[in-house]
Structure formats: structure tokens, C-alpha cells
T-cell receptor
Framework: SQQGEEDPQALSIQEGENATMNCSYK?????LQWYRQNSGRGLVHLIL?????REKHSGRLRVTLDTSKKSSSLLITASRAADTASYFC????????????FGKGTTLSVSS | NAGVMQNPRHLVRRRGQEARLRCSPM?????VYWYRQLPEEGLKFMVY????????ESGMPKERFSAEFPKEGPSILRIQQVVRGDSAAYFC????????????FGEGSWLTVV
């Protein structure tokens, strides 16, 4: 079953605007990671946030984590056309020997 | 400092043939993961391996699919007697340890079954 679910499924914005993507998950996690995937390419790791952290920043990216609501958000500020990609959240469960479980992703289109 | 290396990048097989996908993890990484991605979908976990051990294969189809990560050499995902439904992108990822570590992905191997 799907652990992470991103929302919205698709998002279209203009360059310079902010983009917010949300992710909800079902069970207790060790950490949550966000990835970007350009069409036809592999996944690029963006940011990892641990279960005891509430917010992390990396350049134009801001990630929040609310473990009480089992949700996370990814904010991209001042978006650029190059940010056009699919964005996935992935969770690592608290059980030993488990791998990243991915959601279906949010497709972001940034037009200039 | 090479990342996760996958080959081949693109593979075409006829129905009934075998497909072998290779993955060399990042230097120093002993944990390897295989994922499958169908068009317009997210990544589905297949198998998680450490050197010479399968840790979790709960996402692997029961038949025709197998994976290994030998003491020496790359991890191999093997698909026997391929069918059209096996056409997908197969991604390998690696990490230093489990759970708290960042997991890095390769560029993927695109399998097309004709």
C-alpha cells in the first residue's frame, strides 16, 4: 500500500511564484526525504528531514514536517523554469530493514 | 566520486528473453535498493539488499524476478521470460546504512519488451 501521498498531483505556476507541495503518510517514520525527477532521468535527492525536526532549509527549498498530522510540505520559493519536474516524498519507516517508500509525486510546471 | 551507476541505460528485449540490469553503488555504500517505475507513476519498491544478503524482497514479483548483490561486483536485477508488462524504468539506489541515511539514485535502466 502507498505510504506517502503527494498533493496536488499537478501544479502549474509562473516563474517567480512560490510552489508548495504537500505529502501525507500513514505510519511512524524515521525520516522523510524529498526528491526531484526530471522527465526521463533519475531521482535527485533534495532534502532529508528527521522525525525530530520540524523545519529545514536548503537554498530556495523549505521543508516542514508535522509528525502529529503525519504530513510534510515542500516549498520552492521564487520558482524558475528549471524547477519544472516531478517531486516525490519518500519515507523511511521506524522498522529495521526497511527501504524508502514513495508517493506518486507532484508534477510541477513553471512557465516563463 | 562517481554516483550510483546503472547499465544498460536502455534495453530492448523480445518477449520470453531474459533481462539483466546492473547497479554499482556509490563508493562506500553497502546497501542497495531496486525500484520500478511505470509511466506516469511513482516508484514502487522491489528489493533491498546488503552485500550477499536480501534484507527485504516484499516488493518483488514471486516469479521470474530475482536480485543479488555479491561480495564482489555490482548488484544484478534479473528478469526471466520477460513480458510486455515488465516494460518500465528500473532504478537502483544505494546508501551507507539503513534508515537515517540519505539514499542516492542512479539514472535508471529503461526496459522495453517488444
Amino acid at each position: 500500500s502507498q505510504q506517502g501521498e503527494e498533493d496536488p498531483q499537478a501544479l502549474s505556476i509562473q516563474e517567480g511564484e512560490n510552489a508548495t507541495m504537500n505529502c501525507s503518510y500513514k505510519t511512524s517514520i524515521n525520516n522523510l526525504q524529498w526528491y526531484r525527477q526530471n522527465s526521463g532521468r533519475g531521482l535527485v535527492h533534495l532534502i532529508l528531514i528527521r522525525s525530530n525536526e520540524r523545519e529545514k532549509h536548503s537554498g530556495r527549498l523549505r521543508v516542514t514536517l508535522d509528525t502529529s498530522k503525519k504530513s510534510s510540505s515542500l516549498l520552492i520559493t521564487a520558482s524558475r523554469a528549471a524547477d519544472t519536474a516531478s517531486y516525490f516524498c519518500a519515507t523511511v519507516l521506524n522498522q529495521a530493514g526497511t527501504a524508502l517508500i514513495f508517493g506518486k509525486g507532484t508534477t510541477l510546471s513553471v512557465s516563463s | 566520486n562517481a554516483g550510483v551507476m546503472q547499465n544498460p541505460r536502455h534495453l530492448v528485449r523480445r518477449r520470453g528473453q531474459e533481462a539483466r540490469l546492473r547497479c554499482s553503488p556509490m563508493k562506500g555504500h553497502s546497501h542497495v535498493y531496486w525500484y520500478r517505475q511505470l509511466p506516469e507513476e511513482g516508484l514502487k519498491f522491489m528489493v533491498y539488499l546488503q552485500k550477499e544478503n536480501i534484507i527485504d524482497e516484499s516488493g518483488m514479483p514471486k516469479e521470474r524476478f530475482s536480485a543479488e548483490f555479491p561480495k564482489e561486483g555490482p548488484s544484478i536485477l534479473r528478469i526471466q521470460q520477460v513480458v510486455r508488462g515488465d516494460s518500465a524504468a528500473y532504478f537502483c539506489a544505494s546508501s551507507q546504512g539503513q534508515r537515517g541515511n540519505t539514499i542516492y539514485f542512479g539514472e535508471g535502466s529503461w526496459l522495453t519488451v517488444v
